[in-house]
Each structure stands twice: as C-alpha cells, then as structure tokens.
C-alpha cells in the first residue's frame, strides 16, 4: 500500500480540509476492509475510520465522527480520507490498511500497513 496527502500536501491550518489518498496494486483490493490509523507524537497508533469491502458500510472513531469521511474506489484500487474542520489535535502520521475479510473487524489485526503520511495543522 502506499498513501499521499494530496495536492496540497500534508500541512493545513485548523478548520481546513485535507484529502489523503491510499493506492493499492492487488487485484484482491476489491474484496478487503480497509482503514484508516494514525500516531500522534509520543502516541500509540490509533484506529480512525474503517470502510467494508464495498464501501457501503463505515466505522469512524468518536474523535473523527462528523468531521472525516472514509471512502473507497475499487474501480481504481483506491481509499480515500476526506478530513473536514480540521483540529490541531489531529496532527499524526496517518497509515492506510487492509484486512483481509469483507468487514472490518477491531478484533483482527491488519494484514497491509501502508507507510504513513505525515499531516500536520497549524492554529
């Protein structure tokens, strides 16, 4: 897996959006769960959103919800992040990843961790 931050990058100033992208190569893509974690500094890594294999069903952490959407693109082996209203204390390394089962499961580990992009908003 590899992610990006998007055009813009990964630096953004508090309220403002931020769009990252996750690309896989496998033709299995299509049939995983995918997600979303992030590790703030000095932090454990944390769960944020969740999306099953179709993209119909969704799975957001209390601290994102209402504000981050998770979103996926089989068509194109892609995942997406659309963060909205953006807060200081979401600055983290955020990591895609897949599963392999249709519905992502907190239980089960991850079976593909992507590098990490590191996002950053400014007050």
């Known amino acids: 897996l590899s992610s990006a931050a998007g055009v813009w990058g990964g630096l953004v100033q508090a309220g403002g959006s931020l769009r990252l992208s996750c690309a896989a190569s496998g033709r299995t893509f299509s049939t995983y769960a995918m997600g979303w974690f992030r590790q703030a500094p000095g932090k454990e890594r944390e769960f944020v959103a969740a999306v099953n294999w179709s993209g119909g069903s969704t799975y957001y952490a209390d601290s994102v919800k209402g504000r981050f959407t998770i979103s996926r693109d089989n068509a194109n082996y892609a995942m997406y992040l659309q963060m909205n209203s953006l807060k200081p204390e979401d600055t983290a390394v955020y990591y895609c990843?897949?599963?392999?089962?249709?519905?992502?499961?907190?239980?089960?580990?991850?079976?593909?961790w992507g590098k990490g992009t590191l996002v950053t908003v400014s007050s």
């Open positions: 990843a897949g599963q392999r089962t249709s519905y992502y499961r907190a239980s089960y580990p991850m079976d593909y």
